[in-house]
């Protein structure tokens, strides 16, 4: 193999083993903080989304994780059967403004329940602050699963 075949040949395979890895199933982190899914919750989330909404536990998963405050912790769950296509609306919580979202909503999950952020507020499982600190996550890329 001549020295242009060969260096093409490389170049091909880094970019195929760069479009391979960026697929993979991985948390990016934002730098300024440790919010990381441990496998013990993400399961025990799984298992109480598929038992109150009638869901197979293989079918169901934590699309987003935001983070722990206090006792509950804020997720974005997703269900294979979902339609991808749906409307944006916009969301706005205790007057913070998350802009335009979709499927899959937000919710909380305190005490092996599920609340969207509205009511998870109203009824003070989440602060003020908390919900400041979902929108900075949810708006910068480097928080979402991809």
């Given amino acids: 193999m001549n020295k242009p075949s060969k ?12 479009f391979s ?14 919010a ?10 799984r298992k109480d989304f598929a038992e109150e909404f009638s869901y197979n536990f293989e ?3 934590v699309h987003q994780y935001f983070g722990t405050f206090s006792d509950s912790s804020v997720i974005r769950m997703r269900v294979y059967d979902w339609d991808s296509l749906e409307p944006l609306f916009p969301l706005i919580i205790a007057g913070v403004d998350f802009g335009y979202v979709s499927h899959p909503l937000f919710m909380v999950w305190n005490n092996r329940k599920f609340y969207d952020l509205q009511i998870a507020y109203e009824l003070k499982l989440l ?18 699963k991809t």
């Fill in 59 to 61: 079918d169901v998963y």
């Fill in 127 to 144: 602060t003020l602050s908390d919900i400041e600190t979902i929108v900075y996550r949810h708006r910068n890329s480097n928080w979402q």
């Fill in 21 to 34: 890895l960026a697929g993979c199933s991985v948390y990016q982190r934002h730098p300024n903080s440790d």
């Fill in 7 to 18: 260096r093409l040949s490389l170049i091909v395979f880094a970019i195929i083993l760069t």
């Fill in 36 to 45: 990381r899914i441990n496998a013990q919750l993400e399961n025990q989330i």
